[in-house]
């Protein structure tokens, strides 16, 4: 079996965003011409966000204005649900009434609390692998393992080839 790096890249192949809730897939609205057992052939001009990088559920990035707003909802309805203690009313009597601000945690934390809405932002006009020496509709063909970069801070990925197996 192939490796997925050597493999091409068709219609419908799986894709991860490590800022995403959870897998997707790369779409073609139009067909280059070539078909590899039966699925479009995809290029490494087939990037556009929302359009070829389809949603990945939702977003855990604390950069994307969606998840920073959700994450402020959360944030003010926890301090809403959670009246000052005895203890907050005695160091606000000695802080001058102002509540100690917790300390925020990294956006990097491998625990995501938040989700905003998934809409990815490319930063790059290609992927980063496609196959030298060979051209589709003069452009080269994207290859497995390729990755894009939502500015946003997401790495997506192709996981998958979405080529079927031979013989099914």
């Known amino acids: 079996m192939a490796e997925l790096t050597d493999t091409y890249v068709v219609h419908g192949a799986c894709t991860t965003c490590s800022k995403g809730m959870r897998a997707s897939k790369v779409v073609l609205h139009e067909s280059h011409g070539i078909f590899l057992r039966n699925q479009a052939q995809m290029t490494i001009k087939d990037c556009k966000g929302d359009y070829n990088v389809i949603c990945f559920g939702g977003c855990y990035s604390m950069e994307n204005p969606s998840t920073k707003e959700e994450a402020e909802k959360v944030q003010k309805e926890v301090e809403e649900a959670c009246p000052d203690t005895f203890t907050d009313k005695v160091m606000n009597l000695f802080s001058g009434g102002k509540k100690k601000k917790k300390k925020e ?64």
Do not use: F
Request: glycine fraction near 14%; charged fraction near 25%; proline fraction near 8%.
């Open 105 to 168: 945690e990294p956006a990097d934390s491998e625990t995501p609390q938040v989700v905003g809405v998934c809409t990815p932002h490319i930063i790059a006009q290609e992927w980063d692998h496609g196959k030298d020496g060979v051209n589709t509709e003069e452009e080269r063909p994207l290859m497995g393992g390729a990755k894009l970069y939502c500015m946003y801070g997401g790495v997506i990925e192709i996981t998958e080839s979405g080529q079927p197996e031979a013989g099914s």
